[in-house]
């Protein structure tokens, strides 16, 4: 038996956290379990807006000399957008999409060597916010905090260097490129280095904190019934994702619906996550968005959750409280707004706002309410 194995694993070896898992593969029908109820285009299920032609989720190009002020205007509107000319190299990008496969193709039994514990972060396992859901999602997610190393040893006992080292060179490259963005999206807010304790450049960003999460949603037998990742928004400064070329993401925009993000050859995505919406008084929303499955291909993403030191305090920026204008959310450190997310989920961003009576865009004081928002 290998080591480390949650304790339900050694009665049950199919359930963990309380779900009974699935080699996904065996699958001819959808269970019960993962079959969802549909429900309008403006509700968390169902598919695009039917016939309803929207305009697509923004693509920047990052050597455009424009390319702060696009960026600026894609936060704004979507809460999201494309990137290509990044820097990271296709060749990386092609490694860990077959590292991500290579550990999601292991027999069920084998991935649960490595399944996460019941309160732990990293390993193995449903995704980590399918425990506010009574349905079960159609994915995997293997995350990694800090190093995946022992986990690594335990899938592949003779042979996960290869798998660290991905990992470890992807990290590394998210973390510039991570780094980069964040100062740009500060930047077309007016915000610099003397308005905000972030890591910046001198330091090549390192003082930074951030997650990979691995997600692997299989071909699904019905997947008009089934979800791949609830609708949620990233508890993130930001989060940087690379789709394989199967789509699946997509995001709600306010008067459209869900829009899909077409997977672009070599791009990524890019979310505004629940802190840069605090730090931006609500001026860059945190998007919500999901993924959802299909019949005959297997969708793999690999999503980098970039964060602040983790005691350092996000508040809104006063450059970007403008006359008239209040903050709209208290100060907050990332590792005590992962445990509110962690408990409360959707709730999480009202939890720490200050205002209830302040429109969420932006903080403008409504005329009729009480002077107590405008301290
Ligand atoms: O797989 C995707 O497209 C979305 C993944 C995601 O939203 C996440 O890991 O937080
Ligand atoms: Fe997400």
Not at 136 to 149: A, D, K, R, V, Y
Not at 285 to 301: I, K, Q
Request: proline fraction near 8%; aromatic fraction near 8%.
């Amino acid at each position: 038996m290998p080591a480390r194995l949650p304790g339900a694993f050694k009665f049950n070896p199919l359930r963990l956290h309380g779900k009974q898992l699935h080699d996904f593969c065996t699958l001819k029908e959808l269970p019960e379990t993962y079959a969802w109820e549909p429900v309008d285009c403006h509700g968390h299920h169902s598919g695009d807006c039917g016939t309803t032609r929207v305009e697509p989720v923004p693509v920047v190009d990052l050597y455009d000399p424009n390319a702060e002020r696009l960026i600026g205007h894609a936060c704004k509107t979507w809460g999201a957008f494309q990137i290509i000319n990044h820097e990271i190299p296709r060749r990386l990008l092609d490694d860990v999409e077959s590292a991500s496969r290579r550990l999601f193709s292991l027999p069920l039994r084998q991935k649960l060597r490595a399944a996460r514990d019941p309160d732990g972060v990293t390993g193995y396992g449903p995704a980590p916010i399918s425990s506010f859901f009574s349905k079960q999602m159609w994915s995997e997610g293997f995350t990694i905090f800090g190093s995946p190393l022992e986990h690594a040893r335990q899938l592949w006992p003779s042979n996960y260097m290869r798998f660290c080292d991905i990992i470890e060179e992807y990290s590394r490259e998210m973390q510039r490129l991570a780094g980069k963005l964040v100062w740009l999206m500060l930047g077309s807010l007016g915000i610099t280095k003397e308005d905000i304790q972030l890591p910046g450049p001198e330091a090549g960003y390192r003082e930074a904190s951030a997650a990979l999460q691995l997600n692997s949603y299989p071909a699904c037998p019905d997947p008009d019934r089934a979800v791949g990742l609830a609708a949620h928004t990233d508890s993130t400064l930001i989060t940087i994702l690379h789709q394989n070329g199967t789509g699946g993401l997509q995001l709600f925009r306010e008067g459209c619906g869900w829009v899909t993000v077409p997977p672009l050859a070599g791009g990524l995505v890019i979310n505004v996550g629940d802190l840069l919406h605090i730090l931006s008084n609500g001026l860059y929303p945190s998007v919500l968005h999901r993924a959802m499955v299909n019949r005959t291909r297997h969708r793999l993403s690999v999503a980098y959750l970039y964060g602040p030191p983790r005691d350092v305090l996000i508040s809104p920026v006063s450059k970007v409280v403008e006359p008239g204008r209040v903050p709209l959310y208290r100060p907050v450190s990332w590792s005590e707004y992962l445990g509110i997310k962690a408990k409360h989920f959707r709730n999480a961003l009202s939890l720490v706002r200050l205002c209830s009576h302040a429109h969420a865009n932006g903080g403008v004081i409504d005329a009729n309410v009480s002077d107590s928002c405008a301290r």
